[in-house]
Every structure is written in structure tokens, then in C-alpha cells.
């Protein structure tokens, strides 16, 4: 695999200044960050927030919810594709029974923003501590 193709990335908020990207990073394990790994930050993110909202819409507080998610990409005939994105979730949210939080988590997987961009299988994992 050719290594290249290979920079920095910086994001306007600075969380992100000048970080190693590129294809080192996605396929030899180098230190830095790839496309993928930022999706799936994305990903995880916004599913929390949206699942943080809908649980205080419904009266519930959320004290802890720590998303992740695995992003697959796949070698295909044109190219590389993500082609999955795995959710995990663990979630403390004191009062909510199962039934209810299993409702809140797929209106969220469902809804919100980066989940609808993503034109890949996405599966959730949630669970209820």
C-alpha cells in the first residue's frame, strides 16, 4: 500500500492543529488520524448529543452516555468504501425502563444529522446500566 499521500489536518475550533492524516495513519498504524476515524468521532458524538435531547425532552436526565463507533471500510471494485458504522453505547439515565430507552435510542440512531449523511449499514449496540 503506497504511503504518499500523507499531511496535517487543522479544524477551526483548534482542536485539531497541524495532526499527522494521511495514508499512513489508515493502513500502517502510523500516529495521526484518517477520514474514518473522523466519522466515526462525528458519528459517536452527534448520536450522543441527539440521545442527550431527546432524553430531557422526555423528563429524563442522562448522567452518562459514552458512544462509539466503529467505522468499516472495505476495499470494492471502485475503490474504497466506508460500507458500515457500528454504534456502541453504554448509558446511565436514572428512572427510564428498558422499553423506553431502547424507544429513545433508535429515534436518535434514526434522526440525527451524521447518521443521515452516511450512505452505509449503521448498526447500535445501547446499553442500559
Do not use: W
Not at 5 to 24: C, H, N, Q, R, W
Not at 51 to 78: H, P
Amino acid at each position: 500500500m503506497p504511503t504518499t499521500a500523507s499531511g496535517a489536518i487543522s479544524t477551526k475550533s483548534g482542536a485539531l492543529e497541524s495532526y499527522p492524516y494521511g495514508f499512513g495513519t489508515r493502513f500502517e498504524g502510523r500516529l495521526g488520524t484518517n477520514p474514518e476515524e473522523l466519522i466515526g468521532a462525528a458519528h459517536a458524538g452527534c448520536f450522543a448529543m441527539a440521545l442527550s435531547m431527546i432524553v430531557g425532552e422526555t423528563g429524563f436526565t442522562a448522567e452518562k452516555l459514552e458512544s462509539k463507533a466503529d467505522v468499516t471500510l472495505e476495499q470494492q471494485d471502485a475503490g474504497f468504501a466506508i460500507t458500515a458504522v457500528h454504534l456502541t453505547l453504554n448509558a446511565t439515565i436514572p428512572g427510564i425502563d428498558q422499553a423506553k430507552f431502547e424507544e429513545l435510542t433508535t429515534a436518535a440512531k434514526k434522526n440525527f444529522p451524521v447518521s443521515k449523511v452516511l450512505n452505509a449499514e449503521i448498526t447500535l449496540e445501547a446499553t442500559l446500566k
